[in-house]
């Protein structure tokens, strides 16, 4: 873990520093004389100081500095002019809504007098093994805000969040709460990379320059949405690059409504801030009550966007993803039927597809939706979490039995968030749902939701589901969650509803951790309407994710490249099934399905009922190669050498092991024109010294002659890989294996 230096008096706080400026090692100081905070970790420095007027001011966040440079003291800011005032151009790392400032506040408080003046500023601090924790005060009111900061040795991801508390004897409206305000070093052509979507179009990488005024990203939908994700990356103009160039990033944990604002603000500072959205947001705070916020994650490359997501992923992995005996676990091969069955779901028929399913390799059989309740459309059932008796005469137990004799794990579907008005539990308990009394309850895919906020619902929700895990053979639960809130009302929370949009996240977050403490070997897959849930919050729960329903093994690239940018591919799970594909009626080649799946976690979902011998053939190869690679897919490091965005027709993507002994190389060509050859794909991230043998995945190289069997991480990455692909959806898959 990281080592932390405690605070010592005068200069000599920082001397520890100078000792070392490797990764891997964390410090955490104050120097008194300067009055500056430094946290260092990775190859990253971020700094915070007291201004004279006693703000907590942003100093600087980039690059490591050497243990010696001097940061501060800071300087009193003048007024920018009669109509910018110090206080508003003063970059507080969380400004409150008063004292003359018009940038986003971090807090927004209402005193019960009607006053809405707040202003932070500094009171104390404690530095901790690996963390700061600084009081701020508002300078009139008992109202307390400690800003909490942690920096991970490994990556330099700093972590912030604030807790609110209310030492006054009256309630506090909190009308807005913020984890953390970010500010980039001054600078003129920075843009901006968010993720958008809709369902089956997730993932969606967009730019566009910082200017002056706002670009606001953010879900008020009760959850983190399909449309927009809580990420972030910002780099400069002049020097950006997939591999090289400042890259500035960060990651809200929180599956709530959310929102961040970036800002650049009429002096040129680039603010980002974000935390809970402000949108329909009210939290009364009750006197010495406190609200701890979400964490906002955010971290610095001068890797450009590739070094950027290879610290995320990193991240992930070893910091936020749930470990089994400390152990960050590979993705089984699965099979799930929903995209062969649909609803239509019974024990013969799963036994079946399970068998099928074995003989490919398969290692986790998951059924999805239609197997409890009324539940043949998505009409009704949701809320009865029992078998259908109909489908399951026996229950879940002779199929479970099938799947585990041969040789695979059970998993289910559910989602437990939800019930259909068709159902027993809503005829039981119809004031359980979020709602507005007397107003319409407005469906979406014919259901409601659950008001998890509630205590007596969250022990329900969490009953039903500790039992049926408990009663049966079930390793995995895909948790999928598949509309939006709407008429956001809580009634029996009277003035508190609006707590909502904090207590139902949080309650979600008790009902699986508590799940999982009581089953150890549980896993549990993010997955909403396609990849309407995945953020550091939920993922720190969750041991996969389901990026989108598009299972379009060519819209997959641009899906998967996207994901990429802010996910790690350890949790990025990827379908094969069938041609044409539902989506856009495209005919693809079943190799061609396997290695766009392949470049994250593989799961069929293919109606096996349907293939022929020969394609039995093809994918138990795949699967037997695929286990061959996944360690490096999964949990290596990931170059992106061909983006798939903007129309590209080409696309490659690089997995590289940690110990560089094994890469693995994935190329897709949309369609060729003009026999316009494909470029040469130069690797990354090899042993330039060691000698690696090349092998096409599937079998025989197409492109005989064009590479060398065996040659040096050098060659691959100066000369590279030729890859021979002509025609339309056409993909070739590698893999080089240190030779010894
Ligand atoms: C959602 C999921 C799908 C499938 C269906 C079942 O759309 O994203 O994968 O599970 O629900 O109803």
Not at 481 to 495: H, I, K, L, V
Not at 654 to 668: M, N
Request: glycine content about 10%; proline content about 5%.
């Amino acid at each position: 873990m990281s080592i932390s230096v405690r605070p010592m008096a005068g200069a000599a706080v920082f001397s520890a520093l100078l000792l070392s400026t490797t990764s891997a090692f964390a410090a955490s100081g104050y120097d008194a004389d300067s009055k500056i905070f430094r946290l260092d970790g990775g190859d990253v420095t971020y700094a915070f100081g007291i201004s004279p007027q006693g703000y907590l001011q942003a100093v600087y966040w980039g690059g490591r500095l050497a243990g010696g440079d001097k940061l501060g003291p800071l300087v009193a800011l003048r007024d920018h002019s009669s109509v910018d005032m110090s206080a508003s151009i003063t970059p507080q790392e969380f400004p409150g809504q008063g004292g003359g400032i018009f940038v986003e506040p971090a807090l927004k408080v209402a005193w019960p007098d009607g006053s809405r003046d707040v202003v932070l500023k500094y009171a104390s601090h404690s530095i901790g093994r690996d963390r700061i924790d600084v009081v701020l005060q508002d300078i009139g009111r008992p109202l307390r805000v400690t800003l909490h900061y942690t920096i991970d040795p490994d990556t330099g991801i700093v972590g912030r969040s604030a807790t609110i508390e209310n030492r006054d004897k009256d309630v506090v409206r909190l009308d807005q709460v913020q984890s953390a305000s970010y500010t980039l070093p001054t600078g003129n052509d920075y843009q901006l990379h968010y993720l958008t979507g809709r369902w089956a179009a997730e993932w969606t990488l967009q730019k566009r320059p910082v200017t002056e005024g706002s670009t606001v990203i953010e879900s008020r939908r009760g959850s983190t949405g399909h449309q927009s994700n809580p990420w972030f990356a910002i780099n400069r103009a002049q020097d950006a690059q997939e591999e090289s160039g400042a890259v500035w990033f960060g990651a809200l944990a929180w599956s709530g409504s959310w929102r961040m604002t970036v800002d650049r603000d009429q002096i040129g500072k680039v603010r980002v801030v974000g935390g809970y959205n402000p949108f329909d947001f009210a939290y009364r705070l009750k006197p010495s009550e406190k609200l701890e916020t979400p964490v906002f994650y955010a971290g610095y490359s001068a890797q450009g966007m590739g070094g950027a997501s290879r610290l995320m992923h990193r991240f992930q992995r070893n910091e936020i993803l749930p470990r089994h005996d400390g152990e960050l676990k590979l993705r089984p091969v699965l099979y799930n039927s929903w995209e062969a069955t649909e609803f239509k779901v019974d024990e013969a028929g799963q036994m079946e597809l399970a068998e099928k399913a074995a003989s490919l390799g398969v290692e986790r059989f998951v059924m999805d939706d239609g197997w409890f309740g009324k539940r043949n459309s998505d009409k009704a059932g949701l809320g009865d979490w029992t078998p259908n008796p109909e489908k399951f005469p026996n229950g879940l137990k002779p199929l479970i039995d099938k799947v585990q004799g041969l040789g695979m794990e059970f998993g289910l579907w559910v989602e437990p968030e939800m019930t259909n008005p068709d159902s027993d539990l809503y005829r039981a308990h119809p004031d359980w749902v979020i709602n507005f009394p007397g107003r319409p309850r407005s469906e979406g895919r014919n259901q409601l939701m659950l008001n998890l906020a509630r205590r007596d619902v969250r022990d329900h929700v969490f009953k039903v589901l500790d039992e049926l895990v408990s009663k049966n053979e079930i390793k995995f639960l895909k948790w999928d969650y598949n509309r939006n809130w709407s008429e956001p009302g809580w009634p029996e929370a009277g003035e508190d509803q609006q707590r909502i949009y904090v207590d139902y996240v949080d309650n979600l977050y008790w009902i699986i951790a508590e799940l999982r403490r009581r089953h150890p070997g549980l896993e549990i897959e993010t997955c909403s309407g396609g990849g309407g849930r995945v953020d550091l919050g939920i993922l720190a729960l969750t041991d996969q994710a389901w990026p989108s329903d598009n299972t379009d093994p060519f819209d997959r690239l641009t899906i998967q490249d996207g994901f990429s940018h802010a996910y790690a591919p350890a949790v990025m799970m990827d379908w094969v099934t069938d041609s044409p594909n539902w989506v856009n009626r495209r005919q693809t080649s079943l190799e061609y399905r396997f290695l766009s799946a392949m470049q994250g976690g593989l799961g069929i979902g293919a109606n096996l009922n349907h293939w022929k011998d020969e394609d039995f053939a093809t994918a138990k190869k795949m699967v037997a190669e695929y286990k061959t690679i996944r360690n490096t897919v999964q949990q290596g490091e990931l170059y992106r050498l061909i983006s798939p965005q903007d129309n590209s027709p080409r696309a490659a993507t690089l997995s590289v092991s940690p110990d560089r002994r094994q890469a693995v190389l994935f190329a897709f060509l949309h369609s060729s024109t003009k026999l316009e050859p494909f470029p040469a794909i130069g690797l990354r991230g090899l042993d330039p010294a060691k000698l690696y043998r090349l092998r096409r995945i599937g079998g025989a190289a197409a492109e005989a002659g064009a590479n060398p069997d065996v040659a040096s991480g050098r060659f691959w990455m100066e000369r590279g890989v030729q890859a021979d692909l002509r025609g339309d959806f056409q993909a070739a898959g590698y893999v080089l294996e240190a030779a010894e």
